[in-house]
């Protein structure tokens, strides 16, 4: 089965430029997060969907981030104007409830933005 | 969310044992204690979760005192391939609420020839 894709690996844009990050799930898994790492910092969540809806948010630094999640499958997360502090490595993570109960996320391997 | 402290870095040889200590003093009756290990360019993966006393899989053993303020992950007889990041997380995840987790700075294990 295959895992939690992102695309691109890596992306390098200019100060003022739109990047959009893209996320596909673990098919089945209604939850879907967003976390990010910037600048050797810890990882730090960003938001949260069930299928298509914004469950929290509350971890989006400002309006110039926007995620999306339409029909409940793949992700985007855009970011417009990118700026220097945006730069780090964008996880997403998908999970189902389990057997057991324990909500076990499943990560991507990242995108790792630069901004310039 | 309970704060978590964790060693920044440790060192150990192949073939050893391997125990990395977590302290989360403000650790609420609700919570779980869970392990995630990441590679680097790579997410953090799930290693073991648990509540109180032992748990073991057939990755790692996780070793809870009866206060919780603190936990053990034991890694059994290391390879080069353990080299990552451990971080300790404690929460509420054991729900169907299905949380956001909540990263610490972690430990870098650095297994040595």
């Known amino acids: 089965e295959a895992g939690v894709t992102q695309f691109p690996s890596h992306s390098v844009i200019e100060k003022g430029q739109t990047v959009t990050l893209r996320c596909d799930p673990i098919?089945?898994?209604?939850?879907l997060y967003w976390y990010r790492r910037v600048m050797g910092k810890e990882i730090k969540f960003l938001l949260h969907?069930?299928?298509?809806?914004?469950?929290?948010e509350s971890g989006m630094p400002n309006n110039r981030f926007l995620a999306e999640r339409t029909g409940g499958t793949y992700s985007t997360l855009k970011v417009q104007p990118a700026e220097l502090e945006d730069s780090g490595v964008y996880f997403c993570?998908?999970?189902?409830?389990?057997?057991?109960?324990?909500?076990?996320?499943?990560f991507g391997p990242g995108t790792r933005l630069t901004v310039l | 969310l309970a704060k978590t402290t964790q060693p920044i870095s440790m060192d150990s040889y192949e073939g050893q044992e391997v125990n990395i200590t977590c302290s989360h003093n403000?650790?609420?009756?609700?919570?779980?204690i869970t392990w995630y290990q990441q590679f680097p360019s790579q997410g953090p993966r799930f290693i073991i979760q648990g509540y109180k006393t032992k748990v073991t899989n057939e990755v790692a053993s996780l070793f809870i005192p009866a206060d919780r303020k603190s936990s053990t992950l034991s890694l059994p007889r290391v390879s080069l391939s353990d080299t990552a990041v451990y971080y300790c997380?404690?929460?509420?995840?054991?729900?169907?609420?299905?949380?956001?987790?909540?990263f610490g700075s972690g430990t870098q294990l650095t297994v040595l020839p």
């Open positions: 997380l404690v929460g509420d995840s054991f729900s169907g609420s299905a949380r956001q987790l909540t």
């Open positions: 993570a998908s999970s189902t409830p389990g057997t057991s109960g324990y909500n076990e996320q499943f």
């Open positions: 403000n650790i609420a009756t609700n919570d779980y």
């Open positions: 969907f069930v299928k298509e809806s914004k469950q929290d």
């Open positions: 098919s089945g898994h209604d939850n």
